[in-house]
């Protein structure tokens, strides 16, 4: 099954406003999404950069045990391992070195062209026994076998 995500900030695809970024506010874009399964019990959000120039993406956000009946996030969830909004999620960390929960936005190498930034939703359908502060790769290990739809939003940055 496909979960539809939009923002209504940017189109799938399109440029992400440079308040999203970290030459701007770098605060998280508002997102919305529908379309989710009925037999959801949490969701995962994971946004990363495959065009960064290192081995692996770049992660710029990790949140999870996002309630299942969670319509979106607002703009500018704050940094911290756990949120009181949407009750019960958890932020992971980023790839940053230092202030590496939540959310950090764009900031591509200047002259490395145009980057892809992919946020990507999954509906799971196990309640996870998981921590703050985990990384996308423990995350996407704890929910390989839970996952019954994704959905995925596309957006570019370049300095």
């Known amino acids: 099954m496909t979960i539809k995500i939009t ?6 695809g399109e440029p992400i406003p440079r308040k999203y970024t970290g030459e701007g506010d770098d605060v998280s874009p508002p997102l919305e999404w529908s379309e989710v399964p009925e037999n959801t019990k949490e969701l995962v959000l994971i946004c990363d950069d495959p065009d960064a120039p290192t081995a692996d993406p770049w992660v710029h ?8 009946d969670a319509k979106g996030l607002p703009e500018g969830v704050p940094r911290k391992p756990r ?6 999620a958890l ?5 940053w070195p230092h202030d590496n929960i ?8 200047p002259g490395h062209g145009t980057h892809h930034y992919y946020f ?8 996870l026994a998981v921590e703050p502060g985990m990384e996308k790769k423990a ?3 704890e929910i390989e076998d839970h996952v019954i739809a994704e959905g995925q939003l596309l957006g570019t940055y370049k300095r």
């Not at 949120?83 to 019960?88: A, I, M, R, V």
Request: charged fraction near 15%; avoid cysteine; charge should be positive.
């Open 7 to 12: 923002t209504p900030t940017f189109q799938d």
């Open 83 to 88: 949120l009181s909004q949407p009750q019960g």
């Open 61 to 68: 956000w990790v949140i999870y045990k996002i309630p299942a």
């Open 120 to 127: 990507k939703l999954y509906a799971v359908e196990a309640k």
């Open 102 to 109: 939540g959310y950090r936005g764009p900031m591509p190498p």
């Open 91 to 95: 932020q992971g960390k980023n790839s």
């Open 139 to 141: 995350i996407l290990q």
